[in-house]
Every structure is written in structure tokens, then in C-alpha cells.
């Protein structure tokens, strides 16, 4: 049995060099990470801007200027001004080269076409210079960001239509068991709902992955066997459910040995998850993950979110993790470390009743995971706790 942290890192290890480039449309690229540098194709502002809504200013030595035309935002057409005189001006429109400051309407005091100013303006005041924001061709975004809205918004301002990415896993989802039925269906004795399939699908568009397939098999070996060749073949990454403990019935280790899957590890001493499996064919990562929902769930947080991570080209190791004050006393039972479900608000963590690998009520009010480790024997309120903060 391996430790957490060695399991982490032969996650971080195994899963770094799966990445491939992809050109997208900016429309597909949210969550994408940027496979190249950006450089900048125009200068931002392309144009000197103004920043109010006022009258932009060719300065002279008195506070009264004349009012002799008016440019609007997407106007193109550029005044000539002579000191002392003012145009009307718009946020966003182009201030003409002979005006050298813009002053908000809220400031002045017009008179006919007289215009009067209460201040002393400084050369340049409320206008944006053209390149302000970046200048063309200089780096406009690293290679390694994460396209977040706002980096989207940034690079659409750029007028960028598509860009290097690198490219999301294919995903192939894998459930397996004869008890198991769709939820809707006639739930008869010895049956339970199918869930996780749904659960991890959510989990992994919530993360921005949707090139998901999503296939189902029952306790059978043959079936197990093709198809997960099957899904190997076709697929980056390979999450398999159930099947992976020591029952009679469990072929997914079975299958995965006859398909000479490399085994990095299985069985981490942690609770839940202890029969995870974690394993590499060509450049498929594949995770079995323990069919008990909470555990697959955890093993989801704890190991495929980094993987995921290092095969879209991101840098930083998983979840992120604070310390917090519990609010809650816990008993560890056993030796083996813990992941608790709990809920953090501002520092603070209540280690939540129900931690059953079976029971995903508790996890459903969730939005942390307090890990203890396997020398603690019990939290006491007040206790500083390791809390892993989850995606949402
Ligand atoms: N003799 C031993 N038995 C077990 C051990 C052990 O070390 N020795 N480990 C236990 C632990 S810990 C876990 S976790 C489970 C893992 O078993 P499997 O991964 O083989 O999972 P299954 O047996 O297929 O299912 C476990 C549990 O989860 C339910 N399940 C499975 N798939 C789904 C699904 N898609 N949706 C909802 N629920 C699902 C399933 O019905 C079982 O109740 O092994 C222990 N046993
Ligand atoms: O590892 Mo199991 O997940 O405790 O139920």
C-alpha cells in the first residue's frame, strides 16, 4: 500500500506528458490553458481614448475654452484644435492628436459655446495612450494561463479568433455492477440507483471537461475486458467505477493485467479510497476508482483533478489546501489517514456527521475536505486542521 503523497506524485509524474496541442475557435477555450505566447497583433487602446464622457482640451493659459465640434465613440473623423479650444467628447471615442486632456462634464460650466473649467488639467489627464494596455507584438499572455473569462475578454479585445491550447482529455466514464439501475427505472430488491456516473460527469464539467463518454457493464469478465480495450484505445483518461476491491465478482483489476495496463499503484493507505488504482497504457491514464460513491468522489478531488491538471498543461499541484480552525471534535477510527467531509467558512471548518464511504448526504452539503492525517487519533474544537478546498 502507498501513501497519499506518494500517490501524488506518481500522479504529478505519470500525467505530465499527455499533452497535445489544439487550435479552437475563443468561443471553446474557456478553462483551456494556452499551449503559446501570445503577442500582441494591434496596440491596446488602438487609439488615444478618452476615459469620460466630457470635453477633450487643446490646454492654453485660462480656464475658458470654445466649443467647436463633438466626437463620438466609433466616430473616425479627428477635429483639428487650436489652443483654447474644447470639443464635446464620449468615454471610448478617439481623442483627436491636437487635444492634450479631457475633462469630465461634470466639471465645467457651459455658457452658450463657452466652456469653463474650474481646474488645472495636467497634459494627457483621462486619456488612455494608445498601447496603454499592451503594445503590438509585445506578450499579450503567457504560454501556461488558464483562459479565464476575463483572459478571454483580453484576447477577443485583441481581436484573437482562435487560439493554441492544449488539448482536453477525451474521456471515457466507466461503471460497473449488476446492481446497479437507471435512476427512473423500478428500483427492485438487491438494486440501487446507479449515481456515479452522473456525480463524476458533473464533476468533470464543472471543470470544463465535455468530451465525455459515459459506458456501462455489468459483473462479467468478458464484458469488462472489451470494454475497457476498447476505452483505452480511444480515450486520454480512462475513470473507471467499482470492481476494483477483492470480490469474486471485482474483474477490473483482472481485466486490467490481462490488457497490460502498467500499474503505478494500487491500494493507498487512506480511508475512503483504499483500492484505488491508478495505472498508464501508451498515453492513457486510467483510475479505478472504488465503487462506494464517497470514496469515488474523494479519489476524483484528491488524485484525477491533478491529472487532469498536468494533461491540460496547468502547472499547479491540485486542490488548494488552507488551514482552519474546527469547530467540531472527531474521532479517527484506524490508523489510516483521513479525508472527512466538512464545511469551511471564513478560517473556520465543522467536520460534518455521516464520513460512511456509502453516504453521499453529507458530502452533498460539502464544500471542503478536512485531511487528517494517520498519527492523529482526534480534532478538537479549536484544533488548527489541514482543509482542502473543493472546485466549487
Ligand atoms: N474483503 C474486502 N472487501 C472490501 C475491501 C477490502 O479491502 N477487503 N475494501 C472495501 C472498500 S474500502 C471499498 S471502497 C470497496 C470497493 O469495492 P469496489 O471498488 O470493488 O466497488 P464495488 O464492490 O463494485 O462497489 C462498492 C459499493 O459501491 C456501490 N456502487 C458501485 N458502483 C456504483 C455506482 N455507479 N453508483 C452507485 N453506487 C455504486 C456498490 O453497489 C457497492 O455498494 O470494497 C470494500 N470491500
Ligand atoms: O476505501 Mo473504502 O472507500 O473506505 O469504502
Known amino acids: 500500500m502507498i501513501s497519499i503523497e506518494d500517490a501524488l506524485r506518481a500522479v504529478i ?51 475658458s ?14 477635429p483639428i484644435l487650436k489652443p483654447g479650444e474644447a470639443i464635446r467628447i464620449f468615454t471610448g471615442a478617439a481623442v483627436p492628436d491636437s487635444a492634450n486632456a479631457v ?14 473649467v474650474n481646474s488645472q488639467l495636467s497634459f494627457e489627464y483621462n486619456i488612455r495612450t494608445v498601447g496603454e494596455q499592451v503594445k503590438k507584438g509585445e506578450l499579450a499572455l503567457k504560454k501556461g494561463t488558464k483562459l479565464t473569462p476575463a483572459a478571454i475578454g483580453y484576447l477577443s479585445s485583441l481581436g484573437i479568433t482562435k487560439v493554441s491550447v492544449y ?9 460497473t455492477g449488476n446492481e446497479l439501475v437507471e435512476p427512473g427505472e423500478d428500483l427492485d430488491y438487491g438494486k440501487i440507483y446507479e449515481s ?42 480512462v475513470i473507471i467505477s467499482g470492481g476494483i476491491s477483492v470480490g469474486d465478482y471485482d474483474f477490473v483489476g483482472k481485466a486490467l493485467t490481462e490488457l497490460k495496463v ?83 467558512r471564513n478560517g473556520e471548518v465543522t467536520i460534518l456527521e455521516g464520513q460512511s464511504s456509502a453516504m453521499l448526504q453529507t458530502f452533498a452539503i460539502s464544500n471542503a475536505l478536512v485531511l487528517m492525517k494517520g498519527n492523529m487519533e482526534q480534532i478538537q474544537v479549536n484544533d488548527l486542521v489541514e482543509v482542502i478546498l473543493l472546485p466549487f
Request: glycine share 4%.
Open 13 to 63: 509524474a505519470k500525467s505530465k506528458e499527455v499533452s497535445k496541442e489544439v487550435i479552437l475557435p475563443i468561443e471553446k477555450v474557456y478553462n483551456s490553458i494556452l499551449y503559446r505566447d501570445i503577442y500582441a497583433p494591434i496596440n491596446m487602446p488602438p487609439f488615444r481614448q478618452s476615459a469620460m464622457d466630457g470635453y477633450a482640451l487643446n490646454l492654453h493659459n485660462d480656464f
Open 196 to 237: 456515479n456516473s452522473k456525480m463524476l460527469h458533473s464533476a468533470l464539467w464543472n471543470l470544463g471537461f465535455e468530451d465525455i463518454s459515459i459506458h456501462k457493464i455489468k459483473d462479467n469478465y468478458e464484458e469488462t475486458y472489451s470494454k475497457l480495450k476498447n476505452a483505452i484505445t480511444e480515450h486520454d483518461l
Open 262 to 344: 502498467e500499474e503505478v499503484f494500487y491500494k493507498v493507505d487512506q480511508k475512503p479510497g483504499k483500492p484505488l488504482f491508478f495505472g498508464k497504457s501508451d498515453s492513457t491514464l486510467l483510475f479505478a476508482l472504488p465503487g462506494n460513491p464517497a470514496a469515488a468522489l474523494t479519489c476524483f478531488y484528491v488524485y484525477i483533478y491533478l491529472a487532469l491538471h498536468r494533461l491540460t498543461g496547468l502547472k499547479n499541484h491540485g486542490l488548494p489546501t488552507i488551514k482552519a480552525k474546527s469547530l467540531s471534535n472527531f474521532v479517527k477510527n484506524g490508523d489510516r489517514p483521513q479525508f472527512l467531509k466538512a464545511i469551511y
Open 103 to 116: 475633462i469630465m462634464q461634470e466639471k465645467v460650466i457651459i455658457n452658450n459655446n463657452k466652456l469653463a
Open 167 to 175: 488539448k482536453k482529455p477525451t474521456i471515457a466514464l466507466i461503471t
Open 65 to 78: 475654452y470654445e466649443l467647436i465640434d463633438e466626437v463620438k465613440a466609433g466616430d473616425s473623423h479627428q
